[in-house]
């Protein structure tokens, strides 16, 4: 994750002067403000993974001398099948088409999106706090 921290530092840095140089340049104030967004966003990205890499063991990725093979097995635990993204998808869809079209239609989207966040969220919960 080291590796990791510094590439987001060191485009955080790229984005920070590419937004003043766009700024001055340009005097534009919507991409002016994305692009600060944009190295804020870098720069908590970055941080999270050199502080994280502090806490936990060093990994494959950090040593230069590790095999392919160092860095196999288990990632994780992933849901092999869920409904709840298509809810999510809907809802979203929805969502953003209300801009388009009229507010109206968020009445529609916010019930699949909460359907589909309560349902991803305690999807492997059953009884009293116990997973499956």
């Known amino acids: 994750m080291k590796i990791q921290g510094k590439m987001f530092i060191w485009l ?5 002067a590419m937004a003043i140089v ?3 340049w340009s005097k534009e104030p919507a ?3 994305a692009l600060f967004l944009s190295f804020g966003l870098s720069i908590m990205i ?6 994280t890499a502090r806490r936990v063991d060093t990994g494959a990725q950090d040593n230069k001398e ?15 099948h869920s409904w709840q993204p298509l809810s999510l998808a809907i809802g979203g869809a929805l969502a953003f088409l209300a801009i388009a079209v009229g507010w109206w239609l968020l009445y529609f989207s916010f019930p699949l999106l ?12 059953r009884g009293e706090n116990r997973t499956q």
Do not use: H, K, R
Not at 66 to 80: K, N, R, Y
Not at 114 to 125: A, H, N, R, T
């Open 114 to 125: 909460l359907i589909g966040l309560w349902g991803w969220v305690f999807e492997y919960y």
């Open 46 to 51: 970055g941080f999270y993974l050199g502080f």
């Open 31 to 33: 991409g002016t403000t």
């Open 12 to 16: 955080a840095v790229f984005i920070l």
């Open 66 to 80: 590790a095999d392919v093979a160092d860095d196999a097995g288990e990632v994780g635990f992933f849901s092999p």
């Open 22 to 24: 766009y700024g001055v």
